[in-house]
């Protein structure tokens, strides 16, 4: 496991022509608190009393998956699509190992998109929890340089 993700940069300058298609990171390990879990759980600002994690953990785990994995979220993108599938529930104040990927690159309407996928599962038994997937519109394209 790497480190934490409150240490990775909070933005990056990653060009699309370094992204391989494929290429794994991680996993990175992250806690999952009842007191995240919580924040996540009810209405804003109210905290929830939880023993699951609910739904809206996962893509705060992306993110902190993301931002490891690329050095810092891609300054500049933007998220046009995410989708989630779970697998099984995770009680609160476990940790996850989260692997991520590059799953596929192209240009679409002159625009390029960076389809990253996610694997996230319990660090003490390996159960797979949620797999998903960030499409996002690239801050660069082909053979452009990052600024």
């Known amino acids: ?10 933005l990056s300058n990653v060009a699309y022509d370094e992204l391989v298609v494929d290429e794994r990171f991680g996993p990175f390990e992250e806690p999952v608190s009842a007191a995240l879990a919580g924040r996540l759980a009810g209405p ?12 809206a ?9 993301l931002r490891r994995a690329m050095g810092g979220i891609p300054s500049g993108s933007i998220l046009a699509k ?12 476990r940790d996850v190992a989260i692997t991520t990927w590059v799953g596929a690159k192209e240009v679409r309407r002159e ?8 694997d996230v599962r319990d660090a003490r038994s390996d159960a797979r929890i949620v797999t998903g997937r960030k499409i996002i519109v690239w801050p660069t394209g082909p053979g452009e340089e990052t600024s």
């Open 82 to 93: 995410q989708e989630l599938e779970f697998h099984a529930q995770l009680p609160v104040d």
């Open 111 to 118: 625009r390029p998109f960076v389809t990253i996928e996610f």
């Open 57 to 65: 953990v996962f893509p705060v785990l992306f993110l902190r998956a």
């Open 44 to 55: 804003i600002g109210a905290a929830a009393d939880v023993r699951l994690a609910p739904p």
């Open 1 to 10: 496991m790497t480190r934490p993700s409150e240490d990775a940069p909070a």
